[in-house]
């Protein structure tokens, strides 16, 4: 109990954090296409259209970390990623994320990062995926490289997510789950780049080099 309302309390802070920027440069024009460090985002697989989720539920099988899913629903809380560095890495607070860039993408909620290992997945075999760490801290298998086509992440833009520790990429292929997330989809790393790995921002809210947020979609 005291976990869930801990995790509740990271979610308002976070939140009212964000908000409270918005209010702030409320009637500014800031014209930005670019997904940004620091930016709070949910990401949807478009080939099944489902958000990239997490929550305090373990694996019972592999490595036994938090659970990575993919939910249809478009405004469940667990499904807020906010994109980070890594350690010693150089990504300024609104800076564009670069193609290529590698990246941290930390849970709201829980404070996991995403993350990746040699553990099979439980459904399809195919690599694990899992939320790891604590407060946004983990280890080196915690990195992502964004590939995008330009020069900077789009919020437009389809992306890949290549694991950087173990070179698989982020990947729904359309296995569901039973009790007791019935119905969410299996997430896990493939080998290689195909459709079943293209990830597009939605909801979100975008960190500029002001620290001025821009509002999209929700919050």
């Known amino acids: 109990m005291q976990a869930v309302i801990m995790g509740q309390l990271r979610v308002i802070s976070v939140l009212l954090d964000f908000i409270l920027l918005f209010v702030m440069c ?3 024009d800031v014209d930005s296409s670019y997904v940004t460090c620091g930016s709070l985002v949910k990401l949807m697989n478009t080939r ?5 989720h997490s929550h305090d539920v373990k694996y ?5 970390q938090q659970s990575v899913t993919g939910v249809d629903s478009a405004d469940d809380a667990n499904s807020y990623w906010r994109i980070r560095e890594i350690p010693n890495g150089l990504c300024q607070r609104g800076e564009p994320i670069r193609c290529d860039q590698a990246i941290r993408i930390t849970h709201l909620k ?3 990062n995403l993350h990746s290992h040699h553990f099979s997945s439980p ?5 694990e995926v899992s939320a790891f760490g604590e407060n946004g801290e983990g280890d080196g298998l915690d990195v992502w490289a964004v590939q995008c086509s330009g020069t900077y992440w ?3 833009d389809d992306v890949r997510f290549k694991h ?10 359309g296995e ?3 009790h007791p997330i019935r119905g969410q989809r299996e997430v896990h790393g493939m080998s290689s780049p195909n459709h079943h790995n293209y990830w597009k921002v939605m909801e979100g809210v975008f960190i500029q080099p002001s620290s001025d947020p821009v509002h999209h979609d929700e919050l």
């Open 48 to 52: 099944h259209s489902v958000r990239l």
């Open 110 to 112: 829980t404070g996991r």
């Open 176 to 178: 569901q789950y039973g």
């Open 154 to 156: 789009e919020r437009d």
């Open 60 to 64: 019972g099988s592999g490595s036994g």
């Open 26 to 28: 409320a009637g500014r």
């Open 164 to 173: 950087v520790g173990t070179e698989v990429f982020l990947s729904i292929t």
């Open 123 to 127: 459904l399809s075999n195919n690599q």
